[in-house]
């Protein structure tokens, strides 16, 4: 059998558990203070009566005939007792004998007879529990004096403990009743609320099945549930396109790769015959494998240089831009002989990566070097950053790269960033068309862009900016 849904049960337990324990604090506390204002009013109402009662005989001469049910203007002594607290009264005449039966007819006891037989008016005997007719009783038998009789007043309290036992009884079905509500409505919450987590965690095991990274994930709403959808709709997203880039590279290397191994592979199997052919095409068989092993050396530097531009492992950390491009400058002017100018303008200082910018401000540089042949122009990098200024927000730094060379026709210059394109003009030079796309990935992830137009005058404008 499935188990529910913790989350949901959690909740809705959580729920029901919080609501029940508020609600039987609450009706405990609130049965309890009521059962004691109650009890406690009821014995105050009835002390009081018997005081006054007490105080009556002591200061009026009473009989038992002053008690007498019969006083048409219910004006006496008897209606006094009965009508504040509806009291039940009883008239004892000397030695204990019933003169007016109470309604019920209260017990008398040996106690009680002494009472009515003493001399002194107010005596009192108390009897806190009577059982009067199967009822629960407080009983106070006051003696009128002079050995004449005594009054006898009950209050019946088991009518009190009965409405009070009902309330408990009330009090109890009300929790319950609460507790179910709270269960039922934390049921509705926590399906309300884990809906959408159920539909996130079944699209995530989708993901782990199938291995489908293009699932869509439905997010609505604005709270933390909503973010997490988004979030992870993103990441999705991102995942495939960074599977959808890992394959294109792989088929995009593969073909790459095959046409040097292929050349290679030719002329590996003309050296069998080495000693057959003339010198100057085993010369130029030499020369081949060495341009061919070069260029698929150059292709797999180019290759690993890429995968690691997109790697995230290089520490950030504050370098200045103009220091990378001198840096790529003094390499350059060794390897080509090429005389190459750096002019620098405002702040260029960024946080960036600098193995990673240093690779795509080299790209650069080395790309105008193959195109430009001289004629006594220099090679010109430019890196231009913002004038600081109090207040206003530093902007982007922009590296520049100007060249003599043949220029870039309009149809290649939207192409020219893209992994392994090479413009017809440039195929039969060497390269492996990735060095201008490691430009493109380490701008990007730099927040900047890369960017590439023709010069005034002849030639090619080529660079990136780095930051926002």
Not at 37 to 52: K, N, P
Not at 210 to 228: C, F, K, M, N, S
Request: net charge negative; aromatic share 4%.
């Amino acid at each position: 059998m499935r188990r529910l849904s913790s989350l949901r049960a959690t909740f809705t337990l959580s729920f029901a558990a919080v609501a029940a324990a508020v609600t039987v604090l609450v009706g405990f506390l609130s049965y309890d203070a009521a059962a004691r204002l109650v009890r406690v009013d009821q014995q105050t109402v009835f002390a009081e009566v018997v005081q006054d009662l007490r105080d009556q005989v002591r200061e009026h001469p009473l009989g038992p005939s002053d008690f007498a049910p019969t006083d048409a203007d219910h004006d006496g002594p008897l209606d006094e007792i009965i009508r504040p607290s509806r009291t039940d009264v009883q008239v004892l005449g000397p030695h204990g004998a019933i003169v007016g039966r109470g309604s019920p007819p209260l017990p008398v006891s040996d106690g009680d007879r002494v009472i009515a037989d003493t001399g002194a008016a107010g005596m009192l005997e108390e009897h806190k529990d009577v059982d009067v007719a199967g009822d629960r009783y407080r009983l106070a038998t006051v003696a009128l004096g002079g050995g004449h009789g005594a009054v006898q007043i009950a209050q019946q309290f088991s009518d009190t403990e009965d409405l009070l036992r009902e309330l408990q009884q009330r009090t109890v079905l009300l929790v319950g009743g609460v507790v179910i509500a709270a269960g039922l409505f934390g049921w509705w919450l926590a399906r309300r609320i884990t809906r959408r987590l159920v539909r996130l965690a079944g699209a995530a095991e989708d993901v782990a099945r199938t291995g489908h990274l293009g699932i869509q994930v439905p997010v609505t709403g604005y709270d933390e549930v909503a973010r997490l959808g988004r979030s992870f709709d993103r990441m999705l997203g991102r995942l495939a396109q960074s599977e959808d880039d890992q394959r294109r590279l792989v088929q995009d290397a593969g073909h790459e790769l095959r046409t040097p191994l292929t050349s290679l592979r030719t002329n590996i199997s003309m050296l069998r015959r080495i000693d057959e052919l003339p010198p100057d095409a085993r010369e130029e068989l030499v020369a081949d494998l060495a341009l061919e092993s070069r260029e698929l050396t150059d292709l797999v530097n180019e290759l690993v240089a890429l995968a690691a531009g997109r790697s995230d492992t290089e520490p950030v950390r504050r370098l200045d831009l103009a220091e990378l491009a001198e840096d790529a400058a003094v390499v350059a002017r060794r390897r080509t002989g090429r005389e190459i100018t750096v002019r620098v303008t405002g702040d260029t200082v960024v946080d960036g990566r600098p193995n990673a910018l240093q690779r795509a401000i080299s790209n650069l540089v080395e790309n105008a070097a193959k195109f430009d042949h001289g004629d006594g122009c220099p090679i010109e990098v430019v890196v231009a950053g913002p004038t600081p200024q109090p207040g206003v927000p530093a902007g982007p730094v922009r590296v520049e790269v100007l060249d003599r060379g043949p220029g870039i026709r309009d149809d290649d210059l939207v192409r020219v960033f893209d992994r392994f394109y090479r413009a017809a003009d440039a195929r039969s030079l060497p390269g492996s068309g990735l060095g201008l796309s490691i430009v493109r990935e380490v701008a990007t992830a730099h927040g900047g862009t890369p960017f590439a137009h023709p010069r005034e005058g002849g030639g090619t404008v080529i660079g990136l900016t780095v930051g926002s």
